[in-house]
Structure formats: C-alpha cells, structure tokens
C-alpha cells in the first residue's frame, strides 16, 4: 500500500503545481518559468541529496550513466515537443491527447513483458478516461487543421510513458531524490532553447523587477521539488500504467481547487467524470488490497516469470 500512498501524494502535488503554474504564466513565459522554477527545484534536491546519508555518493551514476543520460534526453523531447505543439494545437487538445500516456504504458509494458494487466483492470481503465475527458471539458473537439501540433501531443505522451519505463530502472540503484536532481537539472536544458524559441525576453526583464513573480516562480519549483520523488517513489513499487492511472484524478483534484480558490463552477457532467475517475481508483484499490501476494510485487505489480522476462527485456 506503500505505493497507493505515494501515488495519492502524487496527485495532491502535481494538482497544487498545476493550481500555481496557471497563476505563473501570467508574469512569465514557458520558457522562463521551467528554467527559473528548476534552479530552485535543482537548489532544493541538491541540497536534500547531499544532506542525508551517503551524500554526493548517492549522485554516482557508474553503469546507470547511459540511462540517465537517455531519461534526461527524453525528458528534452517531451518539453520541446508538448509546448511547441501550442503553437500548432489548442491546449484543449493537449490536456486531453497527453492522457494517451496511459495506453502507451499499456502497450510498452505489454510488447516487453514488463508488466501484467488483469480484464477487471483493463475494463476500469476505459471508464476513469472518459471521466477525465468530462472533467476537464474535452468532449466538444474539432481536429481539423491541428494534426501537426496533436502529433506532437501524441509523439510527447509516447515518451513520457517510454520514460517511466527508463526511471523504473534507474530506480533499482538509484534514490528517488537523486534521480529527480538529475532529470531535472539535465533537462532544463529544454526550456533554456523555449527562451530563444519565444524570444520575448523584454517581458521576463520587466518580471525579475516584481518581487511577487520571483516568489511564484520560486514557489512552483519547490513544490515541484516535493513532488518528483514522490513519482519516483510509486514508479518504483507500482507498475507504470497504475501510477499512470492515478495521475487521472490530477484534473478532478485541479478542478476541486479551481472550485475552492476561485469560485469555478462544475457542470454536472464534470461532477460525473469526477465521480467516474474517483470511483474507477476506489475500485483500483479493491482489486489491489484483494490481489494474491504472488501477483503483485514492490517493484511493478507483476509476476515472477514477468520479473524473470523484465531482466532479460531491453528496458531491465
């Protein structure tokens, strides 16, 4: 149950990131708002890594190198492909093409034999999605004239999920903390080119002079901090669809703060959706706390002879 615990702090965090990331944008660009909010993510980790046991040790990489190297470029990709592609798609389209994730984790765990789905699961799966896309509002959507931008949504989906993937194995010598210190401060490196991409740097000069925005700023990065290991954390004693499955009920969080902090009001089908999303994890659990100790394990929810096909898969 360790693993639920963590994939609930998941989704608290990333709702509250999420909540002030809307407020961030309004003094800052993309660009500017990852590379400013990750130097106080990379300043808070660092600092965390170095001050409990074992120190900078826990930053050798030996073997792993290769592997942090290719979740940091991965993680570049992912950033450079979700926000380029507003410039060819609608933020409506992306909210709702980005959740393809999960049946990308479906199909990578399933071709590898890295992970084992049941039909009870499988069948839960289909309803949370459809109540995802009634709370966030998607069910009106016209993609005519968007193709190229949701290819990238799509294209981004697709390596976040192939990434999870990456982490999970990195995971098995490596501390969440360090991990997250890692992806985080290589792949800053992807909002560094966004800054040249938008080319607006008179509007982030004009905001370093509001003491206000370098706080939000500041602020989205620590939580951002907190967040990212607790990922790490389920990612490394849950399978990846289940963690994936979980982040479905950031938006139904999102719109709970929206609804608390600035009188957002839901539809009734949106309460629906949330329902339908809440209910389906409810059931998740059920499945998981009655599930044989034979089919699940601590580091992915499958079987022994998928632990046996995941050493001998390119991804173990």
Same mark, same amino acid.
């Given at each position: /149950? ?17 909540? =002030? ?15 400013? #909010?990750? /130097? ?25 190198? +290769?592997?942090?190297?290719? /979740? ?50 499988? %069948?839960?799966? !289909?309803?949370?999605?459809? +109540? ?25 989906? %697709?390596?976040?999920? *192939? ?30 080119? =966004? ?25 989205? +990065? ?16 849950? *399978? ?10 950031? !938006? ?34 059920? /499945?998981?706390?009655?599930? !044989?100790?034979?089919? #699940? ?16 898969? !390119?991804?173990?």
């Amino acid at each position: /149950m360790q693993g639920i615990a963590f994939a609930l702090l998941t989704v608290l965090t990333t709702a509250a990131w999420t909540l =002030l990331l809307r407020h961030v944008l309004e003094s800052w660009s993309v660009g500017w708002a990852g590379v400013l #909010s990750r /130097m106080v993510t990379v300043a808070f980790l660092g600092a965390w890594v170095l001050a409990r046991g074992g120190g900078w040790r826990r930053l050798r990489c030996g073997e792993l190198r +290769g592997w942090v190297l290719l /979740m940091s470029a991965v993680s570049i990709a992912i950033n450079l492909l979700l926000f380029g592609s507003l410039k060819y798609t609608t933020a409506t389209h992306q909210a709702l093409l980005f959740r393809t994730d999960l049946l990308f984790a479906l199909l990578i765990g399933g071709a590898l034999g890295l992970e084992r789905i049941r039909a009870g699961e499988l %069948f839960l799966l !289909p309803v949370m999605l459809a +109540g995802m896309v009634l709370v966030t509002g998607n069910s009106n959507l016209q993609f005519r004239g968007h193709w190229i931008g949701d290819l990238m949504v799509i294209g981004a989906a %697709f390596f976040f999920a *192939a990434n999870a993937f990456v982490i999970q194995r990195i995971l098995r010598r490596m501390d969440a903390e360090a991990t997250a210190l890692y992806n985080h401060a290589l792949s800053t490196l992807g909002f560094v080119v =966004l800054i040249f991409m938008e080319g607006n740097s008179g509007s982030a000069l004009r905001a370093l002079q509001r003491p206000q925005a370098l706080i939000s700023a500041a602020t989205l +990065g620590l939580i951002a901090a907190i967040s990212l290991p607790f990922y790490y954390a389920a990612l490394h004693r849950m *399978a990846v669809w289940k963690v994936r499955a979980w982040m479905l009920a950031t !938006p139904v969080v999102t719109a709970a703060g929206e609804w608390l902090l600035w009188k957002t009001r839901l539809s009734p089908l949106q309460w629906l959706g949330a329902a339908m999303v809440l209910g389906g994890l409810g059931v998740l659990i059920a /499945m998981e706390s009655h599930a !044989p100790p034979a089919t #699940s394990s601590s580091d992915g929810g499958g079987t022994t002879a998928a632990k046996e096909t995941q050493s001998k898969s !390119p991804l173990g």
